[in-house]
Each structure stands twice: as structure tokens, then as C-alpha cells.
């Protein structure tokens, strides 16, 4: 296994853009519908490179993502983008509807996803599209690790027939794989292997996990670190795997802890090879104004409540069906 | 020279006025919007200097009535900031008409302050009638709290909510507009601030809403042109909203404003790249200047 290294820093929706470009040079019936926030989302790389298949559609998300409905089904691959809070929910009967029952070629971007948009406050911090989304029928969800995910997974979507959703990130974070690293819709990626507990993560958390990693090693327990880019199509078989192979699990995302990652692979491994789980994310609640690292150490969503997670679970596996929580001790997520 | 800011404790009264005396109270709100976007280190600059003046006539010129000692008083009027991000001049006007102190607004958008990014009603700063900043929405707010009034309550209440022109883009803008027409929400004054700019460009350009005055007016509203920045052509419209009202004229107004973002500040006056930014230390210096 390659030495996982900081690369530098770069926000995942400069991957999206550039992704985009990559696509367009390659296919000529990818469109782009902007939804007066091109220069965040990073649609603007493609409106200059291609303005004849670029297509403003003002701030008006519901009607953005059915125009792209029409385009794809005369034949085209269809993106609209804008920030998640707007592209994921603005729209949920759109995407129900004309995107995901059509079963067709609309491709989503949910930019300035999660807690470190931050200043923007609540209003803007999307926290729950991973729930919405990964329930649609025929939908592809992916959530990148990094910038250089971002674009491989870009281009990924593009590739792939039916209706995607990508969900990326205001804030310059961790570049940790390279053009070299494997990428694979569907297909979770083990950076770091461990037998003594998994940790699954997805976007900005996966870094996280592999500080929260580095950090047990020194105190002797070896952490499977799995990237669970995809969450639709979920990949079982990593996560089964890891189930059995560990017998405890942490999941990590930058989400609401009810309905993301932790869902679905609690989903996953309660029907196939039940073991006990933490979740590390948001815990119902909604976000605030704050710096993006502030409210990442507030909200809990850092390396140390991943280890501290690990910590615990370890201990729930070892004291096997004691480790079941009883009744009056059953923890839930207000505090 | 380092910038040090300072905001001044200075008040408003809400009282009727003549068109010269708001010029004062608008310059105060100007200098609290760079002031606490320059601190934030974010925040939209362009929209809320373009509506300071509407804003001063709007609280401080007894247009309104409301009570800053009691905040939940169940005769006020309410107002929605359906433009959400415009929140810092409503932030400033409400410190200015004494809901709290100026001194919040050195917390504009910084981790644990009630001066959120966007409203947030779960921060219960008083004045602040919902959260917004999912654009659109507001103005459904507001055509639902005109309908309580009117046909649930029968109250004497009035409603007020401002939209940017970018955000009647949204189709449920227009979904607002068909039901008060159609409940003859006489007691809906729906401001639109009409400076032609959004992020991506003009209006014009991203995405037409002209002719809008026509619009309205199609959809059943008593619809009234004005300068935005002219104190007597602001004064004089929400007059004639007023009279509506009290006369029961059976169709809500639309008051179509035409301004220019970025207003009273020399190098952001009708720049749509001032839509989402703060000034830089040196742009506050020059925009102060500009603001004595
Ligand atoms: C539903 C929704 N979509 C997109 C956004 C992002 N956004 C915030 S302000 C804005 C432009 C609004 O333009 P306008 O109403 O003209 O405001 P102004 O530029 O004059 O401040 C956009 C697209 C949002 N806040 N809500």
C-alpha cells in the first residue's frame, strides 16, 4: 500500500469544474444549465470554454433541473449545479419526477455542501441531501474525497447513463490521491488496512479518518480506513468485508448522522453481518455562521471524535452482547 | 493607518418625516454595512447599500408600526427580508431603531452571534419575523401572514417583504403574487428592489423578468414605479399603500424600485460583482470616505 501523503489543499468543486470541461471536450452533447451561481460551483470553466452549449437559466432550481429533463431526453447529457441546499431540495419533486422516475442522462452538482460553507450560516449548509438523494430509484450519489476525486468522479457520472448527483465542497481541502490512485463508481476504496476496526468515510471526512487512523496505530490498533466515495450504488462487498473482518465499524460524513453514509451502511451490514456501529457527523441539528474549522471542532466532525468513536465501539465489540446498549442506557442524538 | 471601526450608539425614532431628514438615518446604515462586512470578512455589499434608503423610510418614517421594547407586540406590522442575504441592513436598521444594541453588529456572521448569515429565526433576534435565504420563500411567508390577518384574524395588520429582482427568477414568486391577488391581500406591500444586477450578470441577461411593472400588474396588483433612492418617491408610495389599505382597495401593491447596487459607495455603484463581497480593508477606508 502507497504512503498516503498531503498533496496540498484545493476545494473539490474546482475538480467538478474542471471535470466538466474534461467531458465537453470529449462528448459535444454535454450541456450546462447555470443557476446564477456559475462562479461558485465552477460551471463558469465550461461557459467559457463551450458558451454555445452553456445555458443560463437564472436562480430558478426547480426549472433548471426539468429544462435538463427536456435536454436529456432529446438526446443529451444534461448538467445543472448549484448549491446543494437548493440543487437537492429546491427541486426534490424535479428530481423525483422528471429525473430519477425518466430514468434519464441529468447529472447534479450540490456545491458549497455541508457545515464549512460556513459563515453563510444554517440556510446554506446542506446537510441532509445524502438521505434524499440515495433514496431516489436509478440515482447514482457520489460524494469525493478530494479535488482530484472530485474530477475523476465528474467524469464518471458523465460517462455513466442515468440520472447522478455529485456532492462537493465550498472550502479548500486535503489533496491526498492522485491521478494514479483507483477510481471506480460503485467501488469503495481500502487506503489503509486494519483488522481491528473499519472506518468508513466519505468527503472531507475521509482525511479525517486517516489522521484518526494514524493516531490509533500509535496506540496499537490498526484501523481499516475505506473511502466510500459512491454511497449509490453502496458497495457491499467492501463493507461486509469489513464488517466481518473487523467486527466494529465508525462511519464519518459531513451530514446529518440520521440517513447518509452511516445509514446505508448500517443498512448493508444489518442484513448481512450486524456488528456494532458509532456515526460521526452532524447530530440533528442545523448548522450556524462560524469559520469552517470552527464549526467542524463544534459540530464534532474532526479526527478526534472519529477516534474517540473508535475507541468506543472497539469496547462495545469486545464485551460482545454486553456491549449491546441496554434500555435505560440507549443513547440518542440531542444533547 | 490601521482601520478601526466603531459603531456609534446613535437612534432612530420611528415618526413621519420629511423627505431631506432621512438622508442621516441612510448614511448611518451604510456606514454599519461596510463596517460589519468588513469585519465578517463576507457578505454582500451590493444589495443592501442599494437598499439603505428603503430601509430608513420603510422603519423610520412611521410607515411601519412596531414597538423595539416589545418585539412580539400581537398589532405590529411585520416585515420579511424575502432576500435574505441582504440581512446585514436589516441587522443595521433594527439595531438603529433600538430591537438591540449597535453592538452586535461587530458579530455579523461569526460563530455564536444572532447575526447570522442569513436570518435564523432559531436565533431569536428580536425584529426578525422568520428565517430566510432560500430565495423565494420569504414572500410566500408573507402572502400567508397577510391571509391570517385578513381572513383568519380580520386585524388591521400589514405586511411587508422585500425581493430581489434576481430571486422573482423563482417560480413560486410568482405562485406568491397569483394567491394575493387572489385573496385581495390589500394589506401586502411587496417591495421589489429592481438594481438590475445578480451574481452571474444582469438581470436582463441571465435571465429576463421584463417588463415587470407589467407583470404585476397582470397578476392583479396595484402597481406603483419609483427611484428607489428618491426620499419623496418612496415616502409617497408607501402612502399610497397605505391608502389602499385603509380603503380596502381588494388588490395588494407592488412597489417596483428601481436602484443601484452598490449605492453611495463611489466604485461598487451598479457593479454586480459586488452582489456577494465584502470590502478589503483598503475598500472600506475609500467607502467610508465616501460614506462621511
Ligand atoms: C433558492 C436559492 N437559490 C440560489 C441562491 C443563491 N443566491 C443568493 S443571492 C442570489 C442572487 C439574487 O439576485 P438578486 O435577487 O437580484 O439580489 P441582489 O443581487 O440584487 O442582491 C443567488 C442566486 C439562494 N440563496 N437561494
Known amino acids: 500500500m502507497n504512503e498516503i501523503k498531503l498533496l496540498g489543499k484545493k476545494p473539490t468543486r474546482h475538480g467538478f469544474g474542471e471535470g466538466l470541461v474534461v467531458l465537453g471536450e470529449k462528448y459535444d452533447n454535454v450541456i450546462v444549465l447555470g443557476g446564477d451561481i456559475t462562479g461558485s460551483v465552477m460551471t463558469s470553466y465550461f461557459q467559457e470554454k463551450f458558451p454555445e452549449r452553456f445555458f443560463s437559466i437564472g436562480v430558478a432550481e426547480q426549472n433548471a433541473t426539468t429544462i435538463a429533463a427536456g435536454f436529456a431526453l432529446s438526446g443529451k447529457i444534461a448538467f445543472f449545479a448549484s448549491y446543494s441546499a437548493f440543487s437537492a431540495f429546491r427541486n426534490a419533486d424535479q428530481l423525483r419526477i422528471s429525473v430519477a422516475y425518466n430514468d434519464i442522462n441529468v447529472k447534479i452538482g450540490g456545491g458549497h455542501a455541508g457545515i464549512t460553507v460556513g459563515p453563510d450560516g444554517a440556510t446554506h449548509q446542506a446537510l441532509e441531501e445524502i438521505a434524499f438523494i440515495r433514496t431516489l430509484p436509478n440515482m447514482t450519489l457520489v460524494v469525493p474525497a478530494d479535488y482530484t476525486e472530485a474530477k475523476k468522479a465528474t467524469i464518471a457520472i458523465g460517462e455513466k447513463f442515468g440520472p447522478c448527483f455529485i456532492r462537493f465542497g465550498r472550502s479548500a481541502v486535503p489533496m491526498f490521491t492522485t491521478d494514479d490512485s483507483p477510481f471506480a463508481l460503485g467501488k469503495a476504496n481500502i487506503l489503509r488496512e486494519g483488522k481491528d476496526v473499519a472506518i468508513v468515510a466519505c468527503g472531507l471526512l475521509v482525511w479525517e479518518a486517516l489522521l484518526a487512523a494514524e493516531e490509533l496505530s500509535k496506540k496499537g490498533i490498526n484501523a481499516r480506513v475505506i473511502n466510500n466515495h459512491t454511497i449509490k450504488p453502496i458497495d457491499v462487498e467492501t463493507l461486509v468485508n469489513a464488517a466481518r473482518d473487523c467486527g466494529c465499524m465508525v462511519t464519518a460524513e459531513e451530514h446529518q448522522v440520521h440517513g447518509g453514509l452511516g445509514g446505508a451502511v448500517a443498512e448493508v451490514t444489518a442484513k448481512n453481518y450486524p456488528v456494532p456501529i458509532e456515526f460521526v457527523g452532524v447530530r440533528d441539528k442545523f448548522g450556524c455562521s462560524g469559520e469552517p474549522e470552527e464549526l467542524m471542532v463544534k459540530f464534532g466532525l474532526t479526527w478526534k471524535e472519529i477516534y474517540a468513536s473508535a475507541l468506543k465501539v472497539i469496547e462495545r465489540r469486545d464485551k460482545g452482547f454486553i456491549g449491546y446498549r441496554q434500555v435505560k442506557d440507549v443513547e440518542d442524538y440531542k444533547e | ?292
Open chain 2, 1 to 292: 493607518m490601521a482601520l478601526e471601526i466603531t459603531f456609534s450608539d446613535k437612534t432612530f425614532e420611528n415618526k413621519k418625516r420629511n423627505p431631506d431628514e432621512f438622508s442621516e438615518i441612510a448614511l448611518e446604515i451604510r456606514r454599519d454595512i461596510i463596517k460589519s462586512l468588513y469585519l465578517a470578512k463576507s457578505g454582500h455589499s451590493g444589495g443592501t447599500l442599494g437598499t439603505s434608503d428603503i430601509f430608513s423610510v420603510l422603519f423610520f418614517g412611521g410607515v411601519m408600526k412596531y414597538n423595539p421594547q416589545k418585539p412580539d407586540w400581537k398589532d405590529r406590522d411585520r416585515f420579511v427580508l424575502s432576500a435574505g442575504h441582504l440581512c446585514p441592513v436589516l441587522y443595521s436598521t433594527l439595531a438603529r431603531a433600538g430591537f438591540y444594541s449597535p453592538e452586535e453588529l461587530y458579530r455579523l456572521r461569526k460563530f455564536g452571534s444572532r447575526l447570522q448569515g442569513h436570518p435564523g429565526f432559531d436565533m431569536k433576534l428580536p425584529g426578525i419575523e422568520s428565517s430566510t435565504g432560500s430565495l423565494g420563500q420569504g414572500v410566500s411567508i408573507a402572502v400567508g401572514m397577510a391571509m391570517s390577518d385578513k381572513h383568519a384574524d380580520k386585524n388591521n395588520r400589514k405586511v411587508f417583504a422585500l425581493t430581489g429582482d434576481g430571486e422573482v427568477e423563482e417560480g413560486t414568486v410568482w405562485e406568491a403574487a397569483m394567491a394575493a391577488a387572489h385573496y385581495k391581500l390589500d394589506n401586502l406591500c411587496w417591495i421589489l428592489d429592481n438594481n438590475d444586477c445578480q451574481i452571474d450578470g444582469r438581470v436582463k441577461d441571465v435571465m429576463s423578468i421584463y417588463p415587470v411593472d407589467k407583470k404585476f400588474e397582470a397578476f392583479g396588483f396595484d402597481v406603483i414605479n419609483i427611484d428607489g433612492h428618491n426620499y419623496n418617491d418612496i415616502k409617497n408610495a408607501f402612502a399610497k399603500f397605505k391608502s389602499n389599505h385603509e380603503s380596502k382597495i381588494g388588490k395588494p401593491t407592488a412597489i417596483i424600485a428601481k436602484t443601484i447596487m452598490g449605492k453611495g459607495v463611489s466604485f461598487m455603484e451598479d457593479k454586480y460583482i459586488w452582489h456577494g463581497n465584502p470590502p478589503n480593508e483598503e475598500q472600506a477606508k475609500i467607502a467610508l470616505e465616501d460614506l462621511k
